[in-house]
Every structure is written in structure tokens, then in C-alpha cells.
């Protein structure tokens, strides 16, 4: 088997495809496609000031690498980088990222949950009993909007890529919570508010796997492991049950994908006039009178809030 392109060594099969590129074919096609989706979906703009979210694995860096290779085209151009440290023992490495932000000359803002919050994930999930992701989730989304409000950023850039889209895609199904699936797709959000920055998913149309292959060959950081919680997830499931589906029927992502696009216009007409009001203790918007993250933190230090 050769390179569909130049008859060379091939590197990866596509995903969705029986197509086998090259190194240097595969990098045109990866990077081909991300700027198309950048562009098709308006993900960065004129003078915007754009933020890249990231955790210091392949798909968040990869996104950095290719928003600075797209804005490099223009003058005067920026970018700010946000990096969460959770506080989760021997898991978050975030060194690589400073040694290229600083080679690079990128602003970069590390934020940590103890000192926003006080405590570390691996202390709160110590002494309290809730779902790992679901606390480290709406907590880590809450530090990024208020540190890119903070930072008057126009859209926030993440590494989420088509598998970690169909997955949400199916959680929400599966859960009944369709609102939740009108804030996705490659721009997120329905109704426009300045206290939501919107995310921006340069990598929305590529596969974990074209991802990963392309992180390596790229030489970006890909962790040894997961997250030592997320194997009691409910996405972890939902994740086994992609993977499963797609090795028996091939293109089941892409599909669950294309057709949910299809359905996203509605939803969001669905959902435009949903109400938005301001959580009670912090001021962010939220659909009730206190938002997920301070529900939550209710529940670690009830006495604190104010």
C-alpha cells in the first residue's frame, strides 16, 4: 500500500476512508481542513482577539500550532493562552507548554483550581462525593470564561475534536438534555451575551486517531495515560460504545456528526429564546438563580460562598 498522493510510505489510513497518506500529504490534508473549517464557520474574524485554551495534550496543542500557522497570514495578529491546572497528582504536566510559549513569545495564563477556588480536584473529590468530571468539568469551564471575560477575549479556541463532538452528541441524546446540544457545533452558543465567551473547534471535522497521528508526527506531547478519573465517567462509556460501533460499521462518527449539523439549525431556533438570568453569588449567566459551579461549590465550602 502507497500514498494515495505520491506513491510513498503511507503514515495513516484516513478515518471515514480507505485512503492511505504520507507524511507531508497527511499534514496538507490535516491542516487543509482546519483552516477550512476556521474559515466556513467564521471561527476567528477580523480583529478579534482570540484565546486558545490549552491542557497540554496533542489535540489542545494542535490547535494552537495550526491558529498561529492561519493568523501568521496577517498583521498584528495575537493570540493568549489559557492552561488549567486541576490540581490531579502526577497527571497535568504543563512544562512543554511553557517552554514553547515562551520560545514562541505567547502570553500564557496558568490558572489552578486551589487558587481560584481554595482546593485542589484530588482534595475535594477526597473528602466529598461527587463525579469527578462532572465537578472538574463545570469547574474548568467556569475558570475560562471568567479568566477570557477577564482577559476581554472575542472567542476561545479548544482542541475538541469530531470524537469528543459525536460523544456529547449521544450523551445529551441519551439524557434527554437537547438545550444542551444547541451550544454545540464548531462555534458554540445560540444567544449571544458578553458575560459567554463562545468556543471556537478548529479540529471539529477530524478524528481522534488523525488527531493523535498528527500531534506525533508533529513531535507535540501526547500523555502516557488518561485521566486516572475518567474511567468513571459517563463519557467514558459513551466513548467505548463509539469506538465499538465504529470499528464494526466504519464512518458511525462522522455519520452521527453529519446528520446532528443537519438537525443543528432547528435547535437552535429551538432554543433562541430561552431565558438567561445571572447566578445569584458569582454574576455569570446561567439558566436558573445559581449557576452549576456554585451549586457545586455550595456543596464543598457552604459557609464561603457570598
Known amino acids: 500500500m502507497v500514498c494515495k498522493q505520491c506513491s510513498i510510505k503511507p503514515v495513516i489510513q484516513l478515518s471515514n476512508s480507505p485512503v492511505s497518506l504520507c507524511k507531508q500529504c497527511f499534514f496538507q490534508y490535516f491542516e487543509k ?9 467564521n471561527l476567528i474574524e477580523v480583529d478579534e482577539r482570540i484565546g486558545v485554551a490549552v491542557s497540554g495534550g496533542k489535540d489542545s496543542f494542535s490547535a494552537l500550532y495550526l491558529v498561529q500557522r492561519y493568523l501568521s497570514r496577517r498583521k498584528n495578529f495575537s493570540i493568549v493562552v489559557i492552561a488549567i491546572d486541576e490540581g490531579i497528582s502526577s497527571y497535568r504536566d504543563l512544562s512543554f507548554l511553557e517552554k514553547y510559549c515562551s520560545e514562541e513569545g505567547l502570553e500564557l495564563h496558568i490558572v489552578s483550581f486551589e ?18 468530571c462532572t465537578l472538574c468539568g463545570v469547574l474548568r469551564r467556569y475558570i475560562l470564561n471568567r479568566t477570557a471575560q477577564k482577559l476581554k477575549l472575542d472567542k476561545l479556541i479548544t482542541g475538541h475534536n469530531l470524537d469528543d463532538e459525536a460523544q456529547s452528541v449521544l450523551m445529551n441524546q441519551f439524557k434527554g438534555n437537547l ?7 464548531p462555534l458554540t452558543g445560540v444567544i449571544r451575551n458578553d458575560k459567554f465567551i463562545r468556543r471556537a473547534k478548529p479540529l471539529y471535522f477530524l478524528s481522534e486517531k488523525e488527531t493523535a497521528t498528527y500531534a506525533f508526527l508533529r513531535g507535540f506531547p501526547i500523555p502516557s495515560g488518561e485521566c486516572p478519573n475518567y474511567t468513571n465517567s459517563f463519557r467514558n462509556d459513551v466513548r467505548n460504545l463509539l469506538n465499538n460501533l465504529e470499528s464494526s460499521y466504519p464512518g458511525t462518527k462522522h455519520a452521527v456528526i453529519n446528520s446532528f449539523l443537519l438537525q443543528l439549525p432547528i435547535l437552535k431556533d429551538r432554543y433562541r429564546n430561552e431565558q438567561v438570568q445571572v447566578c445569584t453569588y458569582c454574576g455569570e449567566i446561567c439558566s436558573g438563580l445559581v449557576c452549576k459551579a456554585c451549586e457545586l461549590l455550595e456543596r464543598i465550602r457552604p459557609k464561603t460562598l457570598n
Open 115 to 132: 487558587s481560584v477556588f481554595g482546593f485542589t480536584l484530588d482534595e475535594a473529590l477526597s473528602k466529598h462525593n461527587i463525579k469527578p
Open 33 to 41: 481542513k482546519v483552516f477550512k473549517t476556521i474559515s466556513k464557520h
Open 179 to 185: 438545550y444542551l446540544s444547541a451550544r454545540l457545533g
